[in-house]
T-cell receptor, first 111, second 110 residues
Framework: ETGVTQTPRHLVMGMTNKKSLKCEQHLGHNAMYWYKQSAKKPLELMFVYNFKEQTENNSVPSRFSPECPNSSHLFLHLHTLQPEDSALYLC??????????FGPGTRLTVL | EDQVTQSPEALRLQEGESSSLNCSYTVSGLRGLFWYRQDPGKGPEFLFTLYSAGEEKEKERLKATLTKKESFLHITAPKPEDSATYLCAVQNNAGNMLTFGGGTRLMVKP
């Protein structure tokens, strides 16, 4: 449970707000990920960072902006979101292409 | 394009009633197949990684098996605390992306 932490755990925001999600991993991994989990849909990969460099952007709208200042921290900056962006946002980390370990998620509601 | 299909979508069992969950997949060169458990409102918890056909792994009441086309998660004598959504994912040789199935929601009644 404490290997990957995410804050906040819950977030309610209006469509004109700007907010950020934070993820921190304490496992010494070198890859970090953002996933989106919507009701009735499989987990969707959004972004991948390897050694702080973004290596995957899975056709995510520009209103989602990731930032990876170092191998332990990952942010997801949110602005002008839509109600359909309401979902559980999950962060994960791995050592290279190894097993991914997930954080508890941030439940986002866009009004 | 990699694809993962899990069945059934939901499964209700009585405590002690053993059963299996299915994960069918197509992948361009399998690096690994992963099983996770997810409780409501929480992140997925890692259970197993399988790398090649014929491989089996066990943990308490759970046993995962792998063939070239599918994986099974066998649950022996389940308890109510095994109730959760079980997720299957595949990783191909190209990188570290995971493709997830839709999950199986397991409910075990006392």
């Amino acid at each position: 449970e404490t290997g990957v932490t995410q804050t906040p755990r819950h977030l309610v925001m209006g469509m004109t707000n700007k907010k950020s999600l934070k993820c921190e991993q304490h496992l010494g991994h070198n890859a970090m990920y953002w996933y989106k989990q919507s009701a009735k849909k499989p987990l969707e990969l959004m972004f991948v960072y390897n050694f702080k460099e973004q290596t995957e952007n899975n056709s995510v709208p520009s209103r989602f902006s990731p930032e990876c200042p170092n191998s332990s921290h990952l942010f997801l900056h949110l602005h002008t979101l839509q109600p359909e962006d309401s979902a559980l946002y999950l962060c994960a980390s791995s050592q290279a292409t190894g097993t991914q370990y997930f954080g508890p998620g941030t439940r986002l509601t866009v009004l | 394009e990699d694809q993962v299909t899990q069945s059934p979508e939901a499964l209700r069992l009585q405590e002690g009633e053993s059963s299996s969950l299915n994960c069918s997949y197509t992948v361009s060169g399998l690096r690994g197949l992963f099983w996770y458990r997810q409780d409501p409102g929480k992140g997925p918890e890692f259970l197993f990684t399988l790398y090649s056909a014929g491989e089996e792994k066990e943990k308490e009441r759970l046993k995962a098996t792998l063939t070239k086309k599918e994986s099974f998660l066998h649950i022996t004598a389940p308890k109510p605390e095994d109730s959760a959504t079980y997720l299957c994912a595949v990783q191909n040789n190209a990188g570290n992306m995971l493709t997830f199935g839709g999950g199986t929601r397991l409910m075990v009644k006392p």
